[in-house]
T-cell receptor, first 115, second 114 residues
Framework: GAVVSQHPSWVICKSGTSVKIECRSL??????MFWYRQFPKQSLMLMAT?????????EQGVEKDKFLINHASLTLSTLTVTSAHPEDSSFYICSANSHSGNTIYFGEGSWLTVV | SQQGEEDPQALSIQEGENATMNCSYKTSINNLQWYRQNSGRGLVHLIL?????REKHSGRLRVTLDTSKKSSSLLITASRAADTASYFC??????????????FGQGTTLQVKP
C-alpha cells in the first residue's frame, strides 16, 4: 500500500545549528502534507499544513521562521528546524493525504535531539 | 491546539479483559479516527468513523460515536499483551479536501499484563 517515508529516523544536532527532516510520499502524489510534533508522553500537536507550490499554513503559536517548511514537489515536503535549541528536541511526524484526499498516511517519525 | 480529552489517561488491565477508552471533542467533525502508537514509534491507523455513523467494528475493535455529546469510545475486546500501546483519537473537520488535518486527543496509555 501507500507509504510515507521520513528521513532521518533520528538525528542529534548541536544547539544553534539547523536540521532538515524529509517527508516523502513513495507511491502517490500528495498536494498536502502535515507536520506534527510530539513531546515525550504527550499527544501530537499539529504544527503546519504544507501545500505543494505555495506557502505553508502554520498553526497558532508555531514560529514560521524557526520551522521552515518547503513543499517543492508532489512527493516531498521538508521541515527545517533552524537555530535549534534543546527545547526543540521532540518527535516530528508527517502525514500526507492520498490524491483523493480520503486516506491519510503517516510517516514513521523523526526523533530530534538537540544537545 | 488539542481537540479534547481522552479518558482514562492510563489504563492497566489483565490479558483477556476488555479495554474501553473514551474521547471527547469540541467542534463539529467530518470523521473521527483512532490511532495506536507503540512507544517511540509512528502511528498505526485503527479505524475511522464518519459523523453520520454511530458504531463501527473491525476485528476486536468497536468504536462508537455520539455527535450530540461530541464523544467517542474505543473498545478492545479480549485484550492481549501486544495491545500495550498509546491510543489516540483524532478528529477531522472542514471540507473533504482538508480531512488530512487532524486534531488529536491527549491519548490513553494502555498496559495489558500477561
Amino acid at each position: 500500500g501507500a507509504v510515507v517515508s521520513q528521513h532521518p529516523s533520528w538525528v542529534i544536532c548541536k544547539s544553534g545549528t539547523s536540521v532538515k527532516i524529509e517527508c516523502r510520499s513513495l507511491d502517490f502524489q500528495a498536494t498536502t502534507m502535515f507536520w506534527y510534533r510530539q513531546f515525550p508522553k504527550q499527544s501530537l500537536m499539529l504544527m503546519a499544513t504544507s501545500n505543494e507550490g505555495s506557502k505553508a499554513t502554520y498553526e497558532q503559536g508555531v514560529e514560521k521562521d524557526k520551522f521552515l517548511i518547503n513543499h517543492a514537489s508532489l512527493t516531498l515536503s521538508t521541515l527545517t528546524v533552524t537555530s535549534a535549541h534543546p527545547e526543540d528536541s521532540s518527535f516530528y511526524i508527517c502525514s500526507a493525504n492520498s490524491h483523493s484526499g480520503n486516506t491519510i498516511y503517516f510517516g514513521e517519525g523523526s526523533w530530534l535531539t538537540v544537545v | 491546539s488539542q481537540q479534547g480529552e481522552e479518558d482514562p489517561q492510563a489504563l492497566s488491565i489483565q490479558e483477556g479483559e476488555n479495554a474501553t477508552m473514551n474521547c471527547s471533542y469540541k467542534t463539529s467533525i467530518n470523521n473521527l479516527q483512532w490511532y495506536r502508537q507503540n512507544s517511540g514509534r509512528g502511528l498505526v491507523h485503527l479505524i475511522l468513523i464518519r459523523s453520520n455513523e454511530r458504531e463501527k467494528h473491525s476485528g476486536r475493535l468497536r468504536v462508537t460515536l455520539d455527535t450530540s455529546k461530541k464523544s467517542s469510545s474505543l473498545l478492545i475486546t479480549a485484550s492481549r499483551a501486544a495491545d500495550t500501546a498509546s491510543y489516540f483519537c483524532a478528529t477531522a473537520s472542514g471540507f473533504s479536501g482538508n480531512t488530512g488535518k487532524l486534531i488529536f486527543g491527549q491519548g490513553t496509555t494502555l498496559q495489558v499484563k500477561p
